[in-house]
């Protein structure tokens, strides 16, 4: 049935739609994300006893108040914006494509498809900021210098003497690694990524097909 492809939105509006979505649900949740990749330094450290996901949370209030939750969100406001946004535009636009193409709404293999590749581009995209967020995110577990250390390199931590921000943080990262090292890491997430969203959107699509189903009906 064709006729469903006048519910497709255009790529701006599924842009806006993506990105709004993505930046409020990333908002709601990011004390929670902030505390689960504090734990996951601590589990990596030797000799380091694992205080727990409640201690931590509390502890990042008590250094920090509302701030303290919300350390690093600024790289992963201005990451989920384009991540999300891209992801659902590409989305909607590729199934938009093959309705046009084969006249018949997408089969769910290729839904899953279509996810796949909005992910692997939004992945890409976003991928230094995601980088830059995590480094963020793990600063003040360990001392300033040892941080920038292991983030760094020993060169620039000679020269990490406060806290570091966001706009250090990219300062740093450039002078030590280059392009090369906003990118470390992303092959992983090559993988993850396009499964994540093939799986999530071709779900929502079939679940959406399901409750509306009866309506359209009636």
């Known amino acids: 049935d064709i006729s469903t492809s006048s519910k497709h939105l255009s790529p701006l509006e599924a842009l806006i739609a993506g990105s709004v979505a993505g930046a409020v649900s990333v908002t709601i949740t990011y004390p929670l994300d902030l505390t689960r990749a504090q734990l996951a330094v601590y589990k990596k450290r030797k000799h380091h006893q694992d205080p727990g996901f409640i201690l931590v949370l509390m502890r ?3 250094n920090g108040g509302m ?3 919300f350390r690093g969100i600024t790289p ?3 990451g989920i914006l384009p991540y999300s946004g891209v992801a659902f535009a590409i989305n909607e636009q590729a199934k938009k494509k093959i309705m046009q193409l084969k006249h018949r709404s997408p089969t769910n293999w290729e839904k899953m498809k279509c996810g796949a590749l909005s992910g692997l581009c939004a992945q890409t995209l976003t991928y230094p900021l995601e980088v830059t967020r995590r480094r963020m995110q793990t600063i003040g577990i360990v001392p300033n210098r040892e ?6 390199g020993e060169k620039t931590a000679r020269h990490v003497d406060v806290p570091l921000n966001m706009r250090t943080t ?3 990262l450039w002078e030590e690694q280059g392009l090369r090292g906003f990118f470390k890491g992303v092959s992983m997430n090559w993988m993850k990524g396009p499964v994540a969203f093939s799986i999530s959107f071709t779900t929502f699509d079939i679940v959406q097909g399901w409750l509306s189903t ?3 009906n009636a």
């Not at 941080?147 to 760094?152: K, P, V, W």
């Open 60 to 62: 990042n209030f008590e």
């Open 67 to 69: 701030r303290g939750l």
């Open 76 to 78: 992963t406001i201005m």
């Open 147 to 152: 941080a920038a250390l292991q983030t760094f």
């Open 170 to 172: 990219i300062l740093h």
């Open 214 to 216: 009866p309506r359209d």
